[in-house]
C-alpha cells in the first residue's frame, strides 16, 4: 500500500479557499466529512471526497485543511490503514486516544483569530453541523456553509452520480403497497400534529415506495429524496429513471387511484427549493418532521417555528418491524435454497480443499460468493466478504487484499463474515472455524464467545427493553475470564435494504436505541479477538419474537430471539466441559433445526458432499 | 389520612401572584418544586414549600398554580398517597402515564397569551430551567425567575432554616484533610484550565471540609456553599456554627498553615453577590465550574462566556471513590459491633416475639433503631425504615403510619429496608424473612430475586464499566419467569453522609452514570413485588474491588464486588433447587464470612441469642 501523494491536490485546494468566487470572503479551513448528502454508511464513488483529497479509503474519517495543515481523524480500526495511506503532508488524529485533540480544540488551536471555516452544508449532518459551529463561535470564529464543494471544484476527473434501473417490488416481497406505507405516516404524523415529513435516508424512501436500486455497493438503494404533505407525495429523482413502463405503473405516475396518493416528480437537486417553496407556504401551526442526522443543508431551510428534529424517523422504525411477508422473506433468504445451503457447499468445500495449500483468503470468499451467486434470487453481496485467516481474524474489520492474502491451513483458525442481498431478504452470518486441531486457548475462548451468543439469543425479556440491556449477557463469559471485545453485539438488518439499519441494536453504547419488538431483526454477534494470532466472531441474524414464560407481570408481555440463520457452529472449536447443561442444550436443539432445515434442502438440491458435512457437523454434544 | 384544606391558600398565593411588590408584572403561573436550593434528595422542613401549598408529602413532586387551576405531578410511587394528601382544588398529574400531559404542555394549554411563568430560581436547577424555558418561549410565554418565593410570603409559621451544631471529623474517619483535598480538587482545576469551582451540593461541601451536621433527617449535612480559587477559599454558612474552638481549629480559621489553605467565611446568604463579586473581577480566559444541576439563581450570575457546566463535580467523584480509611470504616459500620450485629438480634428477637402477635410494622422498626442505637458511634438513621408485613411490601417506598400498621405473623412475608449513620460509616440493607411457612410461589420469587442479587454480586468486569452494563445482569433470572421489578438495582453509598450518592450506580437509566472504580460503594437490591400480597427485596451494601481473571485483556484489569453487608439471607425462603451448583457456593461462602465475622463479634458482646440465630441461619444449603 503506498500513500496518495496530495501536495498538488491541496495546493490547489488552498488556492480554491482563498477564491471569493465561492464565497464572500476567504475561509482559512475547510471541513472534508465522509458521507454523502443523505448521510449513507456506505457510500458512492463521486461521493468519496474524503478519499480523494487524504488517500485514506476506510468508512469513517473527517479530513480538514487550513492554510497551513492538513489532518485526519479516523478511529483505532484504521489507524495503520490511514498511515499507510496518507503521505506525509497529512496528520494522522488517533480519535480515541487521550493526547488527540477533537476537531474543534484542534481548529481552535491552530487558526488566526476570526477565522472563518467552510463546509458544504450538505454532507455535515445537522447535528454535528450545530455542535461545531457552538464551538467554534465560543473561540470567536465561525462556521460557514459553503454550497460549492470544494473538493468537486479540484476533482477533475470526478465519477458520475450512479443512477441504475429502478427495481419494483411487489406485494409478495413486501406485504404492504406504498400506499399503505404513506397512509401509515400520515396516521401518525396526523397523531403528532405533523403537516409535513422530509425524508432523506436512502433506505427509507427505497423502503417506502417499495422500489430499489443499485447506486451504491451492497445498499440495493438509490439517490431520491421525498417530501411527504398530508395530501402531497414529492418525489425527488433523477427523472431518466422513471420511464419504464412498469415503474411508471407501480408508482400510478399517469393514473393515480387516489388524488393524495398521487405522486409528483422532480428533478433530484430541486428538493431544495422545492422544500423553501414549502416553507414559504406554512401556516402558523405547520411542523415539519424531520431527522436530526439529516443534511444542514437541507435542516437549515426548515424555519426553527416550524421545525420538528426526531433522532429517527417514523420510517426508520417501521421498517425495522418486518412484517408476515418480509419475516418469511428473510427466513427464505438464510436457509432455503440460499445462504445456509450456500455456507454448507462452503465449509465441505474448505475440508476438502485447504489441505492442498491452494485455498486462500481471497479465493475463499470468492468461492462464497460464486456458490451464493448461484441460489436463487441472488442480488449481490450484502457488505465485502470479511475473509480471514490467523492473525488476520484479529483485524475486525479485514478485508483481504493481495498484499496481506495468506493461505488457509489445518493450523490457523478461518474466520468468514459475509452476507448477501436476495431480492427477498438480506443475510449476514459469521462462522469460525478451525480445520486441524485448535489449541486448548483458541477452544476456551470459542466456548466463551459461544455462551456470550446464547446468553443473547436464548434471552427473555419484557416487552419495552432496549437492546443495550441485552448486551452485557454476551459478555458476560469472556468477562468472567478476563476477556472481552471492542465491539457493539448486534446491529438491526434491512430487509433487501441496508444490512445495517437503526433504530435498533445490541450494543454498550446507548443512543438512538428504541425498545426492541416482536418482527425486529438483529444480529447476534460477540466475538474474542487476540492480536497477532486468531480473531473469533460467531454471528446469527435473529427475529425478535414473543415468548411465553411461566408468568406475566403486569401484563407487560415478553420477547425473544429466533435464529433465522442455520449455519452449525463448529463442535470441533468448542470445549463442552465449559458449558452448561442448559448450553448445550441450546447447542443440540439449533443443530437439529440445522439439520431438520436445512438438511432437506440439501437433499432436495441433491448437494450430498454438502448434506454429509451438515449431518457431521450437527451430532449432538453431550 | 385526611387532605389538607387548601382553598385559601391558594386564594392568597394568587393574590400575591397579581401583586407587582414582587415582580414588574403580575405572573399568570407560578411553579413550586420540590427541592432546596442545594437539589438535595432530603429536604429540611422550612423547605418543604411543595408540601405546605398542596398537602402531598412524598419525596417527589412538582405543582403548579394558575389564576384558575391547580396541579400536582408525581410519579407512580405517590398515586394513591397524593390522591389522599390533596383536596379537590388539586389535579393530581400521574406522570408515567400517556394521557398526562407534560408540566410545559399543560401549562400551554391552559395559559392566556403571552404569560409570565413564575420560579424561585434558587429551587429550579439549570438545567430544568432551560428546559422549561425552552419550551415555554417556543409557545409565546416566558418563565421569570421570582427573588422572593411566593411560597415563603404566604407561608406565615414557616420553620426556620436549621442550623445544628458541626462535628468535626479527623484523619482517622477520612482518611484525608481538607487541605489535600482542596489540593487534589486544585490540580484537577489545573488540568482542565479552570479558575473557580463553586460547590453547591451540601454532601460535597460536608466531604470536602470533613465536617457533619446534622440540618436535614437522615443525612449529615448543613447548609453551606463554598467557592474554590486557585489562592482562595470561601466558605458561606451560617457563621454562628463556627464559634466553637474546635472547629476554628479544624478548619484553620484564625491560623491558616498556608496563605492559599486560609479560609475566608460568609454569611450563607451572601453568596450571591459574593459570587457577582468574582464573576466581575473574571479575566478573560477564566472558566468557572458549576454542576449542571445547581441552582439556576447562581447558575446565571456567571457569565456564558466564563461558565463551564458539568454533569457532575469533580468532588462528587473524589467522594464516591473511598480511600482506605473511609473503606474500613464503612467495613466497621456494617459489620462489627454494628448494623450485623443490631439485625442479627433483631431477626432473632421478631423470631421469637412474633408468635404472640404483639408485633408491628412500627414496633419492629423501632426495635431495629432501639438497637442500633445501643450500637457504638451511633448517630441516627440513613432514612426512614422500611418495615413492611404481606401487601405493605409491595410498596415500594412504603413507610409505616399507624392507620397503615400490619401486625407481624407467621402467615406473611417480612420485608425490612433500614440503616443507620455511624460516625465511621453509613449503612443501607434489606432482608425478607417469612416466620412461618412460605408457598412455593413466594419461594420461587425470592430464589429469583436472590439470582440476580448474586448475579451482580458476583459479576467480574472489565475495568471502566458503567454500572447501568450490570443491571440487567440483577434481572436475568426474574426476566426468564416474566417477572421483573421497576426499580434500579442499586445506588453509591456515602460514608457517614447520603445514603444515595452520585455519581454511580447500578440501573437501566444511563443518565450521569461513571464508571465503575475499585474503592466505590453501591447497594445491589434487586426485588419482586406482587400487588396486593407480598414484596421482596434483598439488599447488600458492596464494595467494588479489584477482581483477578485468568487473563487481562489489553491490561484493562477487572472489577468486581465485595459485600460489606454480613447479615443472613434467609434460607427457607430459597428453593435451593433453583440455585446452580455455582450459585449455592456463593450462598454457602457468605453465610460462612457472616458466621465467622459477625459471629466472632456477637461472641464478644455476649449475645447468645442473636449468635445462636446466626449459627442456625449459616447452615450451609446443598
Known sequence: MSPKITGELLKHLRQVMKNCKYFSEPIQAYIIPSGDAHQSEYIAPCDCRREFICGFNGSAGTAIVTEQHAAMWTDGRYFLQASQQMDNNWTLMKMGLKETPSQEDWLISVLPENSKVGVDPWIIAADQWKNMSKALSSAGHSLVAVQDNMIDVVWTDRPERPSTPLRTLGLEYTGMSWQDKITTLRAKMTERKISWFVATALD???????????????????????????????????????????????????????????????????????????????????????????????????????????????????????????????????????????????????????????????????????????????????????????????????????????????????????????????????????????????????????????????????????????????????????????????????????????????????????????????????????????????????????????????????????????????????NTELLTQKERDWVNEYHRKCREVVGAELERQDKKEALEWLIRETQPVV
Open 204 to 574: 427509507e424512501i427505497a423502503w417506502l415506495f417499495n422500489l430499489r436500486g443499485a447506486d451504491i455497493e451492497y445498499n440495493p438503494v438509490f439517490f431520491a429524496y421525498s417530501i411527504i404533505g398530508m395530501n402531497t407525495i414529492r418525489l425527488f429523482v433523477d427523472l431518466k429513471r422513471l420511464s419504464h413502463p412498469t415503474l411508471r405503473d407501480h408508482l400510478q405516475l399517469d393514473s393515480p387511484s387516489r388524488p393524495e396518493l398521487s405522486i409528483q416528480t422532480f428533478p433530484y437537486e430541486s428538493v431544495y427549493t422545492e422544500l423553501q417553496a414549502i416553507c414559504a407556504a406554512l401556516s402558523p401551526k405547520d411542523k415539519v418532521w424531520i431527522c436530526e442526522k439529516a443534511s444542514c443543508a437541507l435542516t437549515q431551510v426548515i424555519p426553527k417555528s416550524h421545525k420538528a428534529p426526531i433522532p429517527y424517523t417514523p420510517l426508520c422504525l417501521a421498517k425495522a418491524v418486518k412484517n408476515a411477508t418480509e419475516i418469511q422473506g428473510m427466513k427464505m433468504a438464510h436457509v432455503r435454497i440460499k445462504d445456509a445451503a450456500a455456507l454448507c457447499e462452503q465449509f465441505a468445500w474448505l475440508e476438502k480443499e485447504i489441505p492442498k495449500g491452494t485455498v486462500t483468503e481471497i479465493s475463499a470468499a470468492d468461492k462464497a460468493e460464486e456458490l451464493r451467486s448461484q441460489q436463487k434470487d441472488f442480488v449481490g453481496l450484502s457488505f465485502p466478504t470479511i475473509s480471514s485467516v490467523g492473525p488476520n481474524g484479529a483485524i475486525i474489520h479485514y478485508r483481504p487484499l493481495p498484499e496481506t492474502n495468506r493461505t488457509l491451513t489445518t493450523n490457523e483458525i478461518y474466520l468468514i463474515d459475509s452476507g448477501a442481498q436476495y431480492v427477498d431478504g438480506t443475510t449476514d452470518v459469521t462462522r469460525t472455524m478451525h480445520f486441524g486441531t485448535p489449541s486448548a486457548f483458541e477452544k476456551e475462548c470459542f466456548t466463551n464467545v459461544l455462551k456470550g451468543h446464547i446468553a443473547v439469543s436464548a434471552a427473555i425479556f419484557p416487552n419495552g427493553t432496549k437492546g443495550h440491556l441485552l448486551d452485557s449477557f454476551a459478555r458476560a463469559a469472556l468477562w468472567e475470564s478476563g476477556l472481552d471485545y471492542l465491539h457493539g453485539t448486534g446491529h438491526g438488518v434491512g430487509c433487501f435494504l441496508n444490512v445495517h439499519e437503526g433504530p435498533c441494536g445490541i450494543s454498550y453504547k446507548t443512543f438512538a436505541d428504541e425498545p426492541l419488538e416482536a418482527g425486529m431483526i438483529v444480529s447476534d454477534e460477540p466475538g474474542y479477538y487476540e492480536d497477532g494470532c486468531f480473531g473469533i466472531r460467531l454471528e446469527n441474524v435473529v427475529l425478535v419474537v414473543p415468548a411465553n414464560p411461566k408468568y406475566n407481570y403486569r401484563n407487560r408481555g415478553s420477547l425473544t430471539f429466533e435464529p433465522l440463520t442455520l449455519v452449525p457452529i463448529q463442535v470441533k472449536m468448542m
